[in-house]
């Protein structure tokens, strides 16, 4: 199951037969596949977002996370499913609160997990390790065109996510 091409199908056909679960099930039998990233991907050189499958029903991303890296509490206004190939992604959950956030919880992915998110799931996500994490990030819907929100990490105040300064934030920590 290394072919692009492939991978992209088998997606696309599970999100069309079972939405969300059935495109967890597909990622997750490609990743045990790979074991890695797939010769496709190419080697982690840095930080970046790369676009592999985008239409208004499906969104496929590869995004490497630098060493390090943190982002504020944001949504994704969709549902996601994340599935590590390298690395490890720490996260931790959050739940609106009046107008701002509480935590309530946290969860660790390492290479090889995958984890579905609902359209309303607030997360901050942390590369812990000392090395680039990578993954892939399926999106309902067209990812990019979806006004997505996040909150400051501090004061937990809410403001719209501007994705190309998170896109330049993680080209530039890489």
Known sequence: MEDKTHFIDAIKTAHESGGRDGVRDVLATFLESWGGPPDWIGPLAGGDFSVIYRDDALTIMNIIWPKGIITEPHNHNSWAV??????REDN??????????????????AAGDTYAMSADDIHTAFNPSQSLTGAIHIYEGDFLSTPKREWDPITHEERPR???ETFAHFRDEG
Not at 92 to 97: S, T
């Open 82 to 87: 994340i599935g590590i190939y390298q690395g």
């Open 92 to 109: 931790l959950l959050w739940a609106r609160d009046g107008e701002g956030i509480k935590p309530i919880g946290s969860l660790t992915l």
């Open 162 to 164: 501007i994705m190309a």
